[in-house]
């Protein structure tokens, strides 16, 4: 099966080098390094990528491949690659390509095999197309050129297409493909060239971790041939990856399906043409010399239990009764294709997880374990650009780009090892990949893995659940109807029956549109509530911990940049890394011993109670931990979210709630304990949303009982959908959105909680920054509520382009839609050159007159 091409790969100089078909080296020929800074386990497009980016930082690397570079999976991968997507950061890792692949084959002399014959993304719909809008939007910020072309234009460019077929297209023409052998081999020959190692015919038999010291640490990695001594590990395994992780006892949410491309007989007309993305039949071409390779994603792949350790250059029969529905789309789209044969299939396992997205970083759970796998079939042309990062990851302690998405630290340990979750999850992310990226979708697999002790009745009360992580917090809610989410009914594959019970998915169906949804009057509704009256938020899926032990006021003034007030009060606070990138905006409880047993936590001496957004929980508290075990504190950090019923009272009116249900009187404008309808509590006067507000929180037990007597009182029940546009119109915090690891606290201005005289984790970037300043500022963008906006819309200033949204909220007391992103300059930026430019944002290709704020109009 292997090309000419990859035969190269034989005559490069690897450790234990020998021909495709000979035996595994010998023990004597293998001469393994003692030791190395970091071991790479699995010669794919990750692999051999990452290999060639820790040499050229002169890391000591060695890749161990347990048969022949590319024999996995890699070998076998249809190699496209589409610049535009919808992230702004996968647009970032993509532009790899254009800057690494150039500089291998100049140092290998050899081609990785890259053209740009350009990309047609195929539109059938009217959503659909403005998807596409989107993407041609946030494309302008990033450089990237397209076009958007009618039908007969589109069939001009690509004989084959039916013009009838669809209504319009858009045309990216530096898109194009990659030779994924081709790719590896020059990756290799200029790994070399910077002393990195390769060993073929090397498979890996264990991990060594030593927990000897009371942390666990990686101690070297065994092979066939040898130790080889290392506290660094990269998981690249591939679809073996789960089985890598097993050796230092670690579920990864990984699983493997069969994913397919058929290639047709010779078609004179198809040289030269493009390649094509038909995302509403759920097909794509790739055109290589005068034949399409017809690949797509179906709604019933099928699932790989195990791939075994031997699978090498191989592939499997292919069964047209799954793959023929790609067969069927394709020839509606290209009618030419059913006077044509199929020349050959390629047919081999692919991993994929939960929510289409790799696993990347460092581990949590493990100090030096690393991942690199489940790519989704998108692992060579992700792979300049997560190998890059990935390097610098090791180097530095983190990526230069906000990896968030792909860091292995989204998934907490019950979602690493939850079978329904990945099973369920990974099926519907493979199955929906195509669909429209709306800004509102809600998945129907893997739900109701986690609720909050008020989740029954506020379904009951017409709460429309999203998920959050593995949180189902209320979006909306419904008048006189509930919505409840069902068992997941596979879409009816498998021989599952679909649900009957259609109520939820045919609500969230509402929200799926560009524009605004027919659910717009009750989430405006909610929002005004909070503003003119009271409303009652459930937040309690926001993360929740306890720092506590003999040096837990050391440990918090090194991981918190506020100055931490006594006992009974809060503060604000950033937690950032060694760069000065901003890990967590927290709010921090000085706990006594009664507010903490409240609180579900049991304390003696000094402890603090941290409050972060609910997506980021779990990653806030890897960052801590890290930290605490870097510094050796004696200090426990534990997680107590599910201990705790969170309920928001916002608006003018929730003062006089709170004293109508208290049982006794106590002083609410300091954190205090509380005790309605004959149940403790602890009150906080905090506010989300610019207005006075108060949080209760609340033991488990009570939670019905403080619920009831709430509610009794008349106020309004509102989700989270409205909670966004609050947070918005007073300018808000949501992480992956406003701030990300990239961000510092000056550029997020948030630097009034970073005290500049202490000594904090980044302390001296922020200096830094408030010295000399910043050229990026985040800002507040106020445009005409006839416009909606999601994020990924272009800021223009002066007619030129300075960024890009972050993310965008109607506000409904404002009457305006709200964009919040990051202005860039060349220079410094103050706050003048701010106010005194005239912007607009630009939407789906229309620009609109905004109004800049440096602070929102509700800010507080």
Not at 325 to 349: F, M, Q, Y
Not at 567 to 593: A, H, K, M, W
């Amino acid at each position: 099966m292997l090309s000419n091409d990859a035969r190269i790969l034989n005559s490069i100089d690897f450790i234990g080098a020998s021909g495709p078909n000979s035996a595994p080296a010998s023990n004597s020929i293998l001469n393994l390094p003692d030791e190395a800074d970091v071991v790479i386990i699995g010669g794919g497009s990750l692999g051999c990528n990452i290999l060639y980016q820790l040499s050229t930082l002169g890391i000591n690397s060695i890749l161990l491949e347990r048969d022949k570079i590319t024999s996995g999976t890699t070998w076998h991968s249809n190699g496209l690659f589409w610049r535009l997507r919808p992230n702004d950061v996968e647009i970032e890792l993509l532009s790899a390509i254009d800057t690494v692949l150039p500089k291998v084959e100049k140092e290998s002399d050899l081609s990785t095999g890259y053209e740009t014959n350009g990309g047609l993304f195929i539109a059938r719909t009217e959503e659909r197309l403005k998807e596409y809008k989107r993407l041609h939007t946030i494309g302008k910020y990033f450089g990237i050129e397209s076009h958007f072309i009618s039908p007969l234009e589109a069939a001009a460019m690509h004989p084959l297409l039916d013009p009838t077929s669809f209504s319009a297209a858009l045309y990216s023409p530096k898109d194009g493909r990659l030779d994924p052998t081709m790719m590896c081999t020059a990756l290799v020959k200029a790994a070399l060239k910077y002393q990195g190692k390769i060993a073929e015919s090397c498979p890996v038999i264990d991990i060594v971790v030593d927990s000897s010291m009371g942390t666990k640490k990686i101690r070297g990695v065994k092979t066939r041939h040898g130790f080889i001594k290392t506290n660094c590990v990269v998981n690249s395994a591939g679809v073996w990856s789960t089985h890598v992780a097993k050796m230092v006892n670690l579920d990864i949410p990984l699983l493997a399906f069969k994913h397919a491309y058929a290639i047709t007989e010779s078609i004179p007309e198809a040289k030269n043409t493009p390649n094509v993305r038909d995302h509403d039949a759920s097909i794509c071409y790739k055109t290589l010399g005068d034949s399409i390779y017809i690949g797509g994603y179906e709604m019933n792949p099928e699932l790989l239990k195990t791939v075994p350790s031997d699978f090498s250059f191989g592939l499997y029969n292919l069964d047209y009764n799954i793959f023929g529905i790609h067969i069927e789309n394709a020839c509606r789209l290209s009618p030419i294709l059913n006077t044509v044969g199929i020349k050959s299939d390629i047919n081999g396992p692919e991993a994929f997880t939960p929510d289409h997205k790799p696993l990347l970083g460092e581990d949590p759970r493990l100090p030096g374990m690393f991942h690199a796998s489940g790519f989704n079939s998108a692992g060579i042309m992700l792979g300049p650009g997560c190998g890059e990062q990935l390097a610098k990851w090791i180097k530095n302690g983190r990526p230069d780009l906000a990896m968030h998405a792909y860091d292995i630290q989204r998934f907490s340990p019950n979602l690493c090892s939850g079978k329904r979750y990945i099973t369920e999850a990974t099926h519907e992310a493979y199955a929906t990949n195509y669909s429209i990226v709306f800004p509102n979708h809600q998945p129907l697999a893997a739900r109701n893995l986690k609720v909050s002790q008020f989740h029954e009745i506020l379904v009951e009360n017409g709460a429309v659940m999203e998920q959050s992580q593995e949180w189902e917090r209320p979006a909306y809610f419904l008048k006189g109807r509930a919505a409840p989410v069902s068992q997941y009914d596979w879409y009816g594959c498998y021989g599952h029956n679909e649900n009957t019970d259609k109520r939820y998915p045919e609500e969230i169906k509402k929200e799926y549109t560009f524009e605004l949804s027919s659910n717009h009057s009750l989430i405006r509704e909610e929002a005004l509530s909070a503003r003119k009256d009271a409303a009652l938020f459930d937040l309690s899926h926001f993360g929740k911990m306890l720092l506590t032990g003999q040096d837990a006021e050391r440990a918090a003034k090194w991981l918190f940049t506020s100055e931490i007030l006594g006992p009974n009060s809060f503060t604000y606070s950033c937690t950032l890394n060694d760069q000065g990138g901003l890990e967590g905006f927290l709010r921090i409880v000085t706990l006594d011993e009664r507010g903490a047993k409240l609180l579900g936590c049991g304390l003696e001496g000094k402890g603090y109670y941290i409050i972060t957004e609910g997506t980021t929980g779990h990653r806030v508290f890897c960052h801590l931990q890290r930290q605490m075990q870097r510094q050796g504190f004696k200090a426990s950090l534990k997680n107590v979210t599910d201990k705790v019923g969170v309920l928001l009272l916002e608006g003018p009116k929730s003062l006089k709630i709170l004293e109508q249900v208290a049982d006794f009187p106590v002083n609410y404008e300091r954190n205090a304990t509380v005790t309605i309808n004959g149940h403790a509590c602890r009150v906080m006067p905090v506010s989300s949303i610019g207005m006075k507000g108060y949080e209760l929180y609340i033991p488990a037990e009570s939670c019905t009982a403080v619920y009831n007597k709430i509610t009794d009182a008349g106020v309004k029940l509102a989700g989270y959908r409205a909670y966004c546009s609050l947070n918005a119109e007073k300018g808000g915090y949501i992480w992956n959105y406003d701030i990300r690891t990239q961000d510092g606290p000056v550029e997020a201005n948030l630097g009034d909680i970073c005290n500049s005289e202490e000594n904090y984790i980044g302390c001296e970037a922020v200096r830094h920054a408030k010295k000399i300043g910043t050229t990026r500022k985040r800002a507040v963008f106020h445009v005409d509520a006839e416009t909606p906006l999601w994020g990924l819309e272009v800021i223009w200033r002066n007619n030129e382009i300075v960024g890009f949204l972050r993310r965008g909220n109607l506000g409904y007391f404002l009457n305006a839609s709200i964009g919040i992103g990051y202005v860039n300059s060349s220079n410094v930026i103050d706050e003048e050159y701010l106010t005194k430019g005239k912007y607009e944002i630009e939407s789906m290709g229309e620009r609109h007159s905004a109004k800049l704020y440096v602070k929102a109009p509700l800010y507080c």
